[in-house]
T-cell receptor
Framework: KAGVTQTPRYLIKTRGQQVTLSCSPISGHRSVSWYQQTPGQGLQFLFEYFSETQRNKGNFPGRFSGRQFSNSRSEMNVSTLELGDSALYLC????????????????FGSGTQLSVL | QKEVEQNSGPLSVPEGAIASLNCTYSDRVSQSFFWYRQYSGKSPELIMSIYSNGDKEDGRFTAQLNKASQYVSLLIRDSQPSDSATYLCAVKRPGGSYIPTFGRGTSLIVHP
């Protein structure tokens, strides 16, 4: 079974640009969540999508947005990039529904390392 | 107040020793507890989950949960250099959200 796939692996952008990151979850997983990871702040939750709907949202500005497609693939967009947006962006997939505790387990992709110059 | 607290470390232990990683959480109704391991430059990987008070063992790993003290720990017996990584504690409330809250992680170094 293929794991969570994130593309691209690395990105270099300049301030003011926008960027789109892609995440393909494990087959059968309907929940995709996005995280920003920096050395200073750790793993910060951005948002979660389930069945094409945003189900949870973290405390990030509106410049950060996302969407999920009918095949559960998800994209994250950051507009008007700032230097502070430089980070590792991770997505994770899970079954995301039902009562079984196994449905809560997150499986992470390799991440997209974004550098904003 | 940070919801999930971990000592950032680094925690340095000799090979073969027991490494003890600790995590406290503030939300008393938390129900699910996870430990993720993250090697440098890699993504987090789930290694343990625990849901009820007491100990849960899996190979060299033991997770311990004390809900009254709002404390969860991870013990690694016979530590190996390959265990050197950052260990992230994650805690989840019961209910509709499937998203846990992560601590900032503890860096573990196992030296030969």
């Amino acid at each position: 079974k293929a794991g969570v796939t994130q593309t691209p692996r690395y990105l270099i952008k300049t301030r003011g640009q926008q960027v789109t990151l892609s995440c393909s979850p494990i087959s059968g997983h309907r929940s995709v969540s996005w995280y920003q990871q920096t050395p200073g702040q750790g793993l910060q939750f951005l948002f979660e999508y389930f069945s094409e709907t945003q189900r949870n949202k973290g405390n990030f500005p509106g410049r950060f947005s996302g969407r999920q497609f009918s095949n559960s693939r998800s994209e994250m967009n950051v507009s008007t990039l700032e230097l502070g947006d430089s980070a590792l962006y991770l997505c994770a997939s899970s079954l995301g529904s039902g009562l079984a505790t196994t449905n809560e387990k997150l499986f992470f992709g390799s991440g997209t390392q974004l550098s904003v110059l | 107040q940070k919801e999930v607290e971990q000592n950032s470390g680094p925690l340095s232990v000799p090979e073969g020793a027991i490494a003890s990683l600790n995590c406290t959480y503030s939300d008393r109704v938390s129900q699910s507890f996870f430990w993720y391991r993250q090697y440098s430059g890699k993504s987090p990987e789930l290694i343990m989950s625990i849901y009820s008070n007491g100990d849960k063992e899996d190979g060299r790993f033991t997770a311990q949960l004390n809900k009254a003290s709002q404390y969860v720990s991870l013990l690694i017996r016979d530590s190996q250099p390959s265990d050197s990584a950052t260990y992230l504690c994650a805690v989840k409330r019961p209910g509709g959200s499937y998203i846990p809250t992560f601590g900032r992680g503890t860096s573990l170094i196992v030296h030969p």
